[in-house]
C-alpha cells in the first residue's frame, strides 16, 4: 500500500531497468525503506526502536551462526568449548561478548518498543495485526533467548533450564510426561542440550520470518505517529528516504555506542557468575535467577505461593506468568478510546507510568531472592499489573475525556495547517 | 467477549494474589525469619585495586609472573588451571625457553595411554598442554582457579579477602549462635559464603615465596598478586579486549557525529525538526 502522493521507483541505469522487470527486487527495498514510503513527518526517536531491533536481530544471527562453528552441543564439552571460544578462537571473545550482550541489547530495544506501542496505543485499529504479530515476535524472542542460555552448560544454565522446564510439570494430568517427553529425560541432559541448540539455531529465522511478516503488515496502513492522528495529505508525509534513513542512522550510531561500550568495558555486567562455574547437577546454587529480561516475568511466576481452591500455586504461577504476556494479545479489544496518543488522554496517561514503575518493581523483585519483603512486594505489583490491562484500561477508555487533537499532523508540527483551512472554507 | 471474560481474569488472579500474599504476610507475622549466622557474620570482599582495573587499566606483566609463582608453589598443590595452557604465559613475558622449561618441570605430569600395550604412564609437559589435572583426596574439593575470579561476586577481591580473611570464630558468634561453631576439619573465614571452609589458610607466613624481583613477600602482597594473575587466566583477553574498545568507540563516536550532522542537514528544510 501507499498513499497516492509516493514517489515512484523509476530505474534510470538500463540494468536496473532490466533487473526491475525480471525481479523487481529494488523496487521493493524502494517501497519499504526507499523514497517510495511517505512517513508522518512527526516521528519522534521512540520510533527508532523498530529499526534497532532488526538491527540486533541480524546481529545475533551472523554473530551466532559464526559461534555455532565453534561450539560442540555435549554436555561433556559444553563448556569447555564455550571457553575455547572465549581463549584460543580468533576474535572469539569479541563474537561471544558480542551475542551475550547482543540479547541484551535485543531485549533493551524490544521492550522500549513495546512501551512505545503502549503508550501510544499503537496496537489500535488499524494496526492490530502488526501488534499481534509483534508479540508473536517477543514469544519467541523469550524462547530463543531462554534457550540460548542454556548452552553454556554453566550452573546457571542448567538450573534455569531445570526450572523452566519443570513448569511443564504443573500442567495437571499430562504434565509430568509432557515435560519428560520435551526434555528427552528426567532433568535436562545430553538430550535436553542438543535439542535446545538445534531449536536455538532454528527460532532466530522463524522471528525474522514473523518480523518480515510484522513489516508487512505496518506498511499497510503505514507509520502510526505520537499524536496518533491518521495521515491526512502529503504534507503530513516525508518519504522514509532520505529523512528517516538520516534519523535511524543517528539513533543507530548512538545505540551502537551504548552497546559497544558494555561489550568492550562491562561485558559480564549483565550475566550471573554462577554461569562460569560448569553444569552440577549434585550442586543447587543459593539463588537461582534467570538472565535479567525475564525477570518481571520470573517475579510473577513466583508471587504464587499459596493454592488458590483447588488450583495448586505452582500451576497458578505458570498461569499467571504465561497470561501476564498473553494479554497482550487483547489490548486492541481491552482498550476502546477513540484517542491513540497518550499525549492527549490525561487519566491513561497516569496508569500509563504506573505500569512502567510496576513492571520495573517487578524486575527488581524478580532478580532478588526469594524472600520477604520481595515477594510480598512482587504479590502486590503482579495485581497491579493483571489489574491494569483486565480492569483499569477498559475501565478508562470509557469514563476519560481526552484532550482535544490537533486537526492533521502538519497542524501538531508546524502550529497550523493550509489544507485544513482549505478543507474547512471550501469556498476561500 | 474480550470486554466481558476480561475482568474477570484480571480479578481472578488479583484475588489469588491478595490470597498468597494475606497468607504471606500471615507467616511472617507469625513466624519471623530467624537469624542466621551466615546472614550477620558474612562480609563482603574487602576494597582492593588492580592494576587491570578500569576502562584504561592494564595487567601489571611483572605481578602476574608473582602471581603465577605463588599460584605454582602453593595453590597448584591442590587446584587445577585446566582452561589456561603452558603456551599462554608468554603473555606474561616468560621467553618462548623459558615457557618450555617451566612446562617440563612441572611437577604434575601429563598422564599417557599407549592404546596398543595398554600401558597407562605419563609424560612431562608440553609448551602446548593445558596444565594437568590436579586430583586431591582430602577432605572438600578444591574447584578449578581458571574462571574464579570471574565465577564469583567481585571476583579478585573476593579472592583476595578469602585468602587474607582466615582468622578465630569471633566470640560474639559462638555467643549468638552456639551450634553455629565451626566443625572440625574446616575453618573460619567471614568472606566464605557459609563462613567454614575446607581450605586451611595456604598463604601463612611473610616469605613463603621467593620473589626474584626483589618485592617483600609478604601475605597481603602474595594473597594481592594471586588475585592478579587469576584475573588474567580468567580473562587472558582482557588488556585487547579494552584496546579495541576505544578504537571501535573513537569510530563510532566520529560516526555517530557525522549521522547527526547529515541527519540535522537532511531535516532542515522541514519545519518542526
Known sequence: MSFPWANHYKPSHPFMQWLDEKLPLPRFVYNAVGAGYPVPRNLNYFWNFGILAGVCLMLQIVTGVILAMHYAANTGVAFDSTEHIMRDVNWG?????????GASAFFVVVYVHIFRGFFFSSYKAPREMIWLLGVVIFLLMMATAFMGYVLPWGQMSFWGAKVITGLFGAIPLVGEPLQQWLL??????????????????????????????????????GSSNPTGVEVKSESDTVPFHPYYTAKDGFGLGVFLLLYCAVLFFAPNALGHPDNYIPANPMSTPAHIVPEWYFWPFYAILRAFTSDFFFIPAKLMGVLAMFSAILVWFFLPWLDTSPVRSGLYRPLFRKFFYVLLVDVLILGYCGGAPAAEPYVMISQIAATYYFLHFLVILPLVSSIEKPEPLPYSITEAVLGKDDGAVLSANPAA | MVRLFGPFVGLFFAVALLWSFGNGAYVAITEPAAPTAEHEFHKHPKEVHFASDGAFGRFDKEQLQRGFLVYKEVCSACHSLKHVAFRDLQQLGYSEAEVKAIAKQWGTKQPTFDPKTGDRGERDNLPADHFPMVY??????????????????????????????????????????????????????????????????????????????????????????????????????LDKRKQTGWAVLGFLLAATVLAYLSKKQVWSNVGGH
Not at chain 1, 193 to 215: A, C, E, K, W
Not at chain 2, 220 to 225: F, H, L, V, Y
Open chain 1, 93 to 101: 571473545w569479541m563474537l561471544r561478548y558480542a551475542h551475550a550482550n
Open chain 1, 184 to 221: 528427552g529425560g528426567f532433568s535436562p541432559d545430553q538430550a535436553a542440550l542438543n535439542r535446545f541448540f538445534s531449536l536455538h539455531f532454528l527460532l532466530p529465522f522463524v522471528i525474522l520470518g514473523v518480523v518480515i511478516l510484522h513489516v508487512w503488515a505496518l506498511h499497510i496502513p
Open chain 2, 136 to 237: 586431591y583426596a582430602g577432605q572438600g574439593s578444591p574447584p578449578d582457579l581458571s574462571l574464579i575470579t570471574k565465577a564469583r561476586h567481585e571476583g579478585p577481591a573476593y579472592v583476595y579477602s578469602l585468602l587474607t580473611g582466615y582468622q578465630d570464630q569471633p566470640a560474639e558468634l559462638l555467643k549468638k549462635f552456639p551450634d553455629a561453631k565451626t566443625p572440625e576439619g574446616l575453618h573460619y573465614n567471614p568472606y566464605f559464603a557459609n563462613l567454614n571452609l575446607a581450605m586451611p589458610a595456604p598463604l601463612t607466613g611473610d616469605g613463603q615465596v621467593t620473589y626474584s624481583d626483589g618485592t617483600p613477600a609478604t601475605v597481603d602482597q602474595m594473597s594481592k598478586d594471586v588475585a592478579a594473575f587469576l584475573i588474567w587466566t580468567a580473562e587472558p583477553k
